[in-house]
């Protein structure tokens, strides 16, 4: 059984700054990345240890990589469901803490 996402109004707000192409993009890899099995780390997901996120969460938070955008999430698992606090753009000299 799939988990439900949930786009919190952050991320959405973050989310209608990027081109249309980018918004397609990125909620096109939620869905593919997150519905199954979203806190199994991968080479684009992994778990934030000991960050201090400016946003609301419930720890632990993940971050979910898709180009140059993080999309930080966590995770419900007795709802089965996933909270999608942030989605920002990486540069390519930043770090996650810088943009976080």
Known sequence: ??????????????LESFR?????????????QLA???TVPTRRRKCLIDLTPSFEDELPVWELR????????DVADEERCVHIRAV?????????????
């Open 1 to 14: 059984m799939p988990y439900e996402i949930v786009v919190h109004e952050l991320a959405l707000e973050e």
């Open 88 to 100: 920002r753009r990486k540069q390519p000299l930043q770090r996650t803490e810088d943009i976080v």
């Open 36 to 38: 199954d099995q979203p």
């Open 20 to 32: 249309a192409f980018d918004q397609r993009r990125v909620l096109a890899e939620i869905r593919i």
């Open 66 to 73: 898709v180009g140059p955008f993080r999309v930080f999430y």
